[in-house]
C-alpha cells in the first residue's frame, strides 16, 4: 500500500515539475522575443511581449523572485525608450526593492538597478534624484567588487557626467580622473 502512494506521490511530482519546465520555457521564449524586438526597434511591440512575459514569471516564480525583477527591468527600459517615465520608475523602484530583499542591499545587480533608475532620474534632469542613487551605486560596486572594477569606473563616470551638467566641475574631473586609472589598469578596457 505505501509503494502504491509513493508511486502516485511521485507521478504527482513529475506532472506539476513538466508544468513548471513549461511555463519557464513560455518565459524564456518571451524573453528571447523581447531582445529580438528591441534590436528591431519595435519597442511597444516588446513592451506587449515584456508584460505577458511579467505575468508567466510571476505566476511561475512568484512575485518576489529574481525572474520577477528581471522582466520588471526590462519592461521599464522599454518604457523609458518609449518616453514612458513614470512607468519605467515605477518598475525600476519595484525591480531594486525584490534584488534588495533576496541580495541584500549590497550585491553588485543592486548597484546595477540603482544606476538604472539613478539613469532615468537623470534622463529626465531630475539631478537631485540622481545624485544619491548613482553614489549609492557607487560605493556598493566598491563593496562587492572592489575599487578597481569596470564597473566601479562606470559609475564614476556617470556621476562625474551628472556632476558636470550640474557645474560641479572639480568633482566631475576628480572622478573622471579616478576611472580613466582604473581603465588604464585594465588595459583600457
Known sequence: MWLRKLIIALALCLVVA???????????????QVMR??????????SKVAEKSLE?????FGPDDSAVATCLNNLAAL??????????ERLYKHSLAIWEKALGPDHPTVA????????????????????PLYNRSLVTYEKALGPDHPNVAKSLNNLAELYRKTGKEEEASKLEERAKKIK????GR
Open 18 to 32: 513538466s508544468a513548471v519546465l513549461a511555463q519557464q520555457e513560455k518565459w524564456n521564449e518571451l524573453n528571447q
Open 56 to 60: 508567466v514569471a510571476e505566476k511561475t
Open 184 to 187: 588604464s589598469q585594465l588595459g
Open 79 to 88: 518604457y523609458k525608450a518609449q518616453g514612458k517615465y513614470a512607468e519605467a
Open 37 to 46: 524586438l528591441c534590436r528591431e526597434g519595435k519597442y511597444a511591440e516588446a
Open 112 to 131: 546595477a538597478s540603482l544606476n538604472k533608475l539613478a539613469e532615468l532620474y537623470d534622463s529626465q534632469g531630475k539631478y537631485a534624484e540622481a545624485e
